[in-house]
């Protein structure tokens, strides 16, 4: 005796089982994917933040000597300097033997020169141009006076991958007249440091390294960089960005 409506046929129990198993099955499977998805944003969030927040990687700086642990900055600064390319070969022109500087540096450095001589002063050129490998050389091999260890001497020369000389536009200026100051703090006394101070932005030099710089580095009077292309702009807009929220 049956007193079903055309209605109660669409009773749950009226569904054949092998409709039934299949919707739940339906519903399992999409249960399973918001939480599949659920998961693999919530991985993603995570490795996300805690590159951000912690510095990216710990890099060993390492020659035959000596083996230094640095980090990588989240801003990707090591030891205090921004990553740099080595300028092609093509790019470089050199200022005299041995010394090159980036192609679009030359014009501007002659002119620089140029008129500090006609005032008495001899900016003579003490680095420019230096390859990744050189610069390898230097911060490992160095044989400093002081016996610094590769942290502090990335303090006053940068590990290799991370010097503005690589790109051809960072300059080392020296006093003509007073070569016992080369690379020395003791270079900002000379008649050359206080020349440019007045005289190297007219010619598109900035002091790279100022002392208290935002990216703790030693001071450098010495070392400038040419900013006087939209291409050596670009190179050094990252130290720029930094220096500029400071
Ligand atoms: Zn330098």
């Excluded at 007045?198 to 580095?217: C, D, M, T």
Aim: proline residues 4%; positive net charge.
């Amino acid at each position: 005796m049956s007193s079903e409506s055309p209605k109660d046929s669409n009773n749950f129990d009226e569904i054949p089982l092998a409709r039934r198993l299949a919707a739940s099955r339906r519903i399992t499977s999409a249960r399973f994917r918001y939480f599949l998805l659920g998961s693999i944003f919530l991985t993603l969030f995570t490795v996300f933040v805690s590159f951000n927040l912690f510095p990216k990687q710990d890099i060993l700086l390492s020659s035959s000597k000596r083996n230094v642990k640095a980090k990588i900055s989240k801003d990707g600064l090591l030891l205090g300097h921004f990553p740099y390319k080595e300028a092609s070969k093509d790019n470089l022109r050199s200022v005299y033997p041995g010394m090159e500087v980036h192609k679009s540096v030359e014009n501007d450095l002659a002119k620089m020169r140029a008129a500090a001589a006609s005032q008495g002063i001899q900016l003579i050129v003490i680095s420019g141009f230096r390859s990744i490998a050189l610069q390898r050389q230097i911060f490992y091999e160095n044989k400093s006076a002081r016996n610094q260890i590769a942290i502090e001497r990335a303090r006053v020369s940068a590990p290799p991958g991370y010097s503005e000389h690589s790109t051809g536009f960072a300059v080392d200026f020296g006093d003509g007249s007073m070569r016992s100051t080369d690379f020395e703090e003791s270079f900002e006394k000379t008649p050359a440091f206080l020349w440019l101070r007045r005289n190297a932005a007219k010619f598109h030099f900035v002091l790279s390294f100022p002392k208290n710089n935002i990216q703790g580095v030693s001071y450098e009077p010495w070392h400038w960089r040419y900013e006087g292309t939209v291409e050596a702009l670009k190179e050094f807009e990252p130290a720029n960005r930094k220096r500029r929220r400071k």
